[in-house]
């Protein structure tokens, strides 16, 4: 666990990683703010009203990328005197591939021991 972040059932890790989002009205890149094997937040510069499913692919540094389908369960607007400005989407994986999943899960594990 790290910083106590667990409220979501999985231990989420804070980590920065580029996210490029794929919606029906084009695409939204962002970065992660917490992950976890079961979802993420995502913080974005640009508007985000997006529902439903959308295409994730998740930039790992010095690994390759995740690509998962999830499903967005909140968003919101960030003020300025938070640590990330700009919008916020929570989303829940709905389809992450085996392969994918063993990664992010073996990621994780390396984060949440060095923190």
Same mark, same amino acid.
């Given at each position: ?32 703010? @917490? ?7 995502? +913080? ?22 995740? @690509? ?12 300025? @005197?938070? +640590?990330? +400005? ?19 899960? +073996? ?9």
């Amino acid at each position: 666990m790290v910083l106590g972040i667990k409220s979501r059932g999985q231990p989420r890790a804070k980590v920065k990683w580029p996210v490029h989002i794929q919606t029906t009205r084009g695409a939204i890149s962002g970065v992660t703010t @917490n992950i976890s094997t079961s979802g993420a937040h995502i +913080s974005c510069q640009e508007p985000s009203e997006v529902e439903g499913k959308l295409r994730v692919r998740i930039d790992v540094p010095h690994r390759r990328s995740l @690509n998962i389908v999830a499903r967005v369960v909140w968003h919101t607007v960030t003020t300025p @005197n938070e +640590s990330t +400005s700009g919008f916020g989407i929570g989303v829940k994986f709905a389809h992450i591939s085996a392969d994918d999943r063993q990664l992010l899960q +073996s990621l994780l594990a390396k984060h949440l021991e060095r923190n």
